[in-house]
């Protein structure tokens, strides 16, 4: 990695004492604090609606990092702590927002800080707006370097939601000021398909629908709900996963080369695959393309689970889904006729995310004559074990002709000396240089819902099938059908099988 380009900022992180800030942020900023990635003059202010003191404040990031951060909690911690403040902040009440700014204006100056501010909104989305609206309101904005938010994700519930909070955050903060965080845009592995595609001559005349059947795409969780039960029955699977993580790897996988490797250049070609998704204009459509599915009790690695309607703060008559599956056809040049295949659910046998592209069949001559020759498959691993997988046919050795499947492997993490970065690390930093490649921009994110809406709209019947599924098992019987009518299966993921497991990321 390299060290940073921008100046030294004032990061603002709202929501400093809840889930996310302990698992990801904190242990982020300190992996950058270690390597050398900030600005040595950096500060950050804490802010949360309990009462802490300065020590148990100190004591609460201590904690997230000896659970959640690669690097051990020395002698550098107190060091790395010391930039660190806590402020309690009723975050509707303005008045109290002054009390930030002066600690700001402080730190700004105790660190000769050129007024450069970074503020993180780990909090509720319904509280973008007032937030935003009272840092402008009591001058935090009025500084003299650059101002930039970070927001999580889910942005809106529908197209119309996210609409209107775009709107109103867009009247306090400029659209080139705005991050909207996608985290698997920073994972290691998504981040590489673009130098896998472009940066290898063998790959981009073949990445068409001439050469490619199908590509498949799986992100897949062992655990349930787990204490989000109250937020997950209000979203489900489509808006948590296939808005946002699911369909920004779809315009990873689809996209067309980029006039230059700049951000707006990147995400131009992005939205246009987003534009030439084919929309499910009927329901029939829907019922054809998109399978709806919810656990049911069963075993998972050896124990049981519950099922969805047992879990705490659920409904027992919840129809809302933990897994999706879902045929998406792109109506462009390059996609015409090669299906994208997406799932993604809670509760399934692997956690795994993986993008399987399936290349067309030999015709039928010579070793193929009688139709066995299994496909070529090109396999980008993301989760949990990093890596490229690429099958291919070769001769049995000993045998008259006889034809096996053979792997080539690249596993990360046996060839690439020293750590991998989390994804919070690299957007963290991103965001500190002003780079916006791996976030989201307003057209992707509106797009993205207009995909959705439909589906939404028709599963809020309540006629339209939820189909059910054991815990442990890979989904309805429903998914695999989806593949099986045009010819196609599921390909296995990472982890299914445990010597293959073995073998391909063995030292």
């Given at each position: 990695?390299?060290?940073?380009?921008d100046e030294a900022?004032?990061?603002?992180l709202?929501?400093?004492t809840?889930?996310?800030?302990?698992?990801k942020?904190?242990p982020?900023?300190?992996?950058?604090?270690?390597?050398?990635?900030?600005?040595?003059?950096?500060?950050?202010?804490?802010?949360?609606?309990?009462?802490?003191?300065?020590?148990?404040?100190?004591?609460?990031?201590?904690?997230?990092?000896e659970?959640?951060?690669?690097?051990?909690?020395?002698?550098?911690?107190?060091?790395?702590?010391?930039?660190?403040?806590?402020?309690?902040?009723?975050?509707?009440?303005?008045?109290?927002?002054?009390?930030?700014?002066?600690?700001?204006?402080?730190?700004?100056?105790?660190?000769?800080i050129?007024?450069?501010?970074?503020?993180?909104?780990?909090?509720?989305?319904?509280?973008?707006?007032?937030?935003?609206?009272?840092l402008?309101?009591?001058?935090?904005?009025?500084?003299?370097?650059?101002?930039?938010?970070?927001?999580e994700?889910p942005?809106?519930?529908?197209?119309?939601?996210?609409?209107?909070?775009n709107?109103?955050?867009?009247?306090?903060?400029?659209?080139?000021?705005?991050?909207?965080?996608?985290?698997?845009?920073?994972?290691?592995?998504?981040?590489?398909?673009?130098?896998?595609?472009?940066?290898?001559?063998?790959?981009?005349?073949?990445?068409?629908?001439?050469?490619?059947?199908?590509?498949?795409?799986?992100?897949?969780?062992?655990?349930?709900?787990?204490?989000?039960?109250?937020?997950?029955?209000?979203?489900?699977?489509?808006?948590?996963?296939?808005?946002?993580?699911?369909?920004?790897m779809?315009?990873?996988?689809?996209?067309?080369?980029?006039s230059?490797?700049?951000?707006?250049a990147?995400r131009?070609?992005?939205?246009?695959?987003?534009?030439s998704?084919?929309?499910?204009?009927?329901a029939?459509?829907i019922?054809?393309?998109?399978?709806?599915?919810?656990?049911?009790?069963?075993?998972?690695?050896?124990q049981?689970?519950?099922?969805?309607?047992?879990?705490?703060?659920?409904?027992?008559?919840?129809?809302?889904?933990?897994?999706?599956?879902?045929?998406?056809?792109?109506?462009n040049?390059?996609?015409?006729?090669?299906?994208?295949?997406?799932?993604?659910?809670k509760?399934?046998?692997?956690?795994?995310?993986?993008?399987?592209?399936?290349?067309?069949?030999?015709?039928?001559?010579?070793?193929?004559?009688?139709?066995?020759?299994?496909?070529?498959?090109?396999?980008?691993?993301?989760?949990?074990?990093?890596?490229?997988?690429?099958?291919?046919?070769a001769?049995?050795?000993?045998t008259?002709?006889?034809?096996l499947?053979?792997?080539?492997?690249?596993?990360?993490?046996?060839?690439?000396?020293?750590r991998?970065?989390?994804?919070?690390?690299r957007?963290?930093?991103?965001?500190?240089?002003?780079?916006?490649?791996?976030?989201?921009?307003?057209?992707?994110?509106?797009?993205?819902?207009?995909?959705?809406?439909?589906?939404?709209?028709?599963?809020?019947?309540?006629?339209?099938a939820?189909?059910?599924?054991?815990a442990?098992e890979?989904?309805?019987?429903?998914?695999?059908?989806?593949?099986?009518?045009?010819?196609?299966k599921?390909?296995?993921?990472?982890?299914?099988?445990?010597?293959?497991r073995?073998?391909?990321?063995?030292?």
């Amino acid at each position: 990695m390299s060290m940073i380009k921008d100046e030294a900022a004032v990061i603002i992180l709202f929501g400093a004492t809840g889930d996310l800030a302990k698992r990801k942020l904190y242990p982020a900023i300190y992996s950058l604090f270690r390597e050398g990635q900030l600005a040595k003059n950096f500060a950050v202010i804490g802010v949360g609606r309990r009462q802490l003191s300065k020590s148990e404040f100190y004591a609460h990031i201590k904690n997230a990092l000896e659970l959640f951060s690669d690097y051990n909690v020395d002698e550098e911690f107190n060091e790395f702590v010391s930039h660190f403040q806590y402020l309690s902040v009723d975050i509707h009440n303005t008045m109290e927002y002054q009390e930030l700014l002066n600690l700001t204006l402080s730190l700004e100056e105790g660190y000769n800080i050129a007024g450069n501010r970074l503020f993180y909104l780990a909090i509720a989305p319904e509280l973008f707006e007032p937030v935003s609206f009272n840092l402008k309101k009591t001058g935090l904005l009025d500084n003299k370097g650059w101002k930039r938010l970070v927001i999580e994700k889910p942005f809106g519930k529908d197209y119309h939601s996210a609409q209107d909070l775009n709107h109103k955050i867009t009247q306090v903060f400029n659209e080139e000021e705005i991050y909207r965080i996608d985290h698997y845009l920073g994972k290691e592995m998504v981040q590489n398909i673009e130098v896998i595609r472009f940066a290898n001559a063998f790959f981009e005349p073949v990445w068409n629908n001439r050469y490619i059947s199908n590509i498949q795409l799986t992100s897949s969780e062992t655990v349930g709900v787990e204490a989000r039960g109250d937020y997950y029955d209000q979203v489900g699977a489509l808006r948590d996963m296939v808005q946002n993580h699911m369909l920004q790897m779809v315009t990873m996988m689809a996209m067309e080369p980029p006039s230059r490797l700049k951000a707006e250049a990147i995400r131009d070609e992005k939205v246009k695959v987003l534009r030439s998704i084919r929309r499910f204009e009927s329901a029939e459509e829907i019922h054809q393309n998109i399978v709806r599915g919810q656990y049911n009790s069963g075993e998972i690695q050896g124990q049981s689970v519950s099922g969805y309607r047992e879990e705490e703060n659920v409904s027992p008559k919840s129809n809302t889904e933990t897994f999706v599956a879902a045929k998406i056809m792109i109506d462009n040049f390059r996609w015409s006729g090669v299906p994208f295949y997406i799932r993604t659910g809670k509760r399934l046998p692997q956690k795994a995310t993986e993008i399987i592209v399936e290349f067309k069949n030999l015709p039928n001559l010579y070793f193929n004559k009688q139709k066995t020759l299994e496909p070529n498959l090109l396999v980008i691993r993301i989760h949990p074990e990093e890596g490229i997988h690429l099958k291919l046919n070769a001769k049995n050795p000993g045998t008259d002709g006889t034809i096996l499947p053979i792997s080539m492997d690249f596993c990360h993490k046996n060839t690439v000396e020293g750590r991998t970065p989390e994804a919070y690390e690299r957007l963290i930093k991103d965001a500190l240089e002003g780079d916006s490649t791996f976030f989201t921009r307003w057209d992707e994110v509106s797009i993205a819902w207009k995909v959705v809406d439909p589906i939404i709209k028709e599963w809020s019947n309540s006629d339209f099938a939820l189909h059910h599924y054991r815990a442990g098992e890979w989904g309805p019987l429903e998914a695999k059908q989806l593949l099986e009518r045009d010819g196609f299966k599921w390909w296995p993921v990472y982890g299914e099988d445990p010597n293959r497991r073995k073998k391909e990321c063995s030292l």
